[in-house]
């Protein structure tokens, strides 16, 4: 099963900047889909942002105009702006796509996600 890491959380204050990657640990042979989760105590796991592999992007009002999601090859990235404690989640990416050529040629998909990372907002 294929899994995908993810790196580039931490500390850090309101009004910083962090940018958070996301990648397979072994090829995939086409990502359909990705996106960025995050979930907050006491929260529900929502939706960050989503961009397909023909670069359409949707974002969560609440980081609208401040996150960017983009997608090179099989690496996720969010880079994150104007950040604010609100923010404060542990992120996780997804990707969804075609695991082999067979399953391409049969339209089998499946969903990968990353291991999660502590982003914390705070001064």
């Known amino acids: 099963q294929v899994q995908l890491v993810e790196s580039g959380g931490g500390l850090v204050q309101p009004g910083g900047s962090l940018r958070l990657s996301c990648s397979a640990s072994r090829s995939i042979f086409r990502i359909n889909t990705a996106g960025w989760y995050r979930q907050a105590p006491g929260k529900q796991r929502e939706l960050v942002a989503s961009i397909t592999t023909g670069g359409s992007t949707n974002y969560a009002d609440a980081v609208q105009g401040r996150f960017t999601i983009s997608l090179q090859r099989q690496t996720v990235y969010l880079q994150m702006n104007s950040l604010k404690p609100e923010d404060t989640a542990v992120y996780y990416c997804?990707?969804?796509?075609?695991?082999?050529?067979?399953?391409?040629?049969?339209?089998?998909?499946?969903?990968?996600w990353g291991q999660g990372t502590q982003v914390t907002v705070s001064s």
């Open positions: 997804n990707a969804g796509g075609h695991g082999s050529y067979s399953d391409s040629v049969r339209g089998i998909t499946f969903d990968w």
